[in-house]
Nanobody, 116 residues
Framework: EVQLQASGGGLVQPGGSLRLSCAAS????????MSWVRQAPGKGSELISA????????YYAASVKGRFTISRDNAKKTAYLQMNSLKPEDTAVYYC?????????RGQGTLVTVSS
């Protein structure tokens, strides 16, 4: 079964940091580009970062550039999102995602709440 499982969310104060992980199973992780998408309460989904299969090409949305860092470990079948200088507007459910067999695959998300 193809699965993506995000973890590492929680409650953090403004200015704080969190590291999200995305564990993949059921497919050849190292052959697929990976993305992180977030959805804030009452808002649509936002693509915030993406990394190609080999890790050599990376994209960041303007809203997170300079604060977030995406990475991956193909041997561990895991993608990461290091989030620094967190702001209240970063509060959202964070999902990892990939395109699998022509469809967007999104696993269970992890909630990040930035609040004092």
């Amino acid at each position: 079964e193809v699965q993506l499982q995000a973890s590492g969310g929680g409650l953090v104060q403004p200015g704080g940091s969190l590291r999200l992980s995305c564990a993949a199973s059921g497919f050849t992780f190292g052959s697929y580009d990976m993305s992180w998408v977030r959805q804030a309460p009452g808002k649509g989904s936002e693509l915030i970062s993406a990394i190609n299969s080999g890790g050599s090409s990376i994209y960041y949305a303007a809203s997170v550039k300079g604060r977030f860092t995406i990475s991956r470990d193909n041997a561990k079948k895991t993608a990461y999102l290091q989030m620094n200088s967190l702001k209240p507007e970063d509060t959202a459910v964070y999902y990892c995602s990939t395109e699998y067999n022509g469809e967007s695959l999104r696993g269970q998300g992890t909630l990040v709440t930035v609040s004092s």
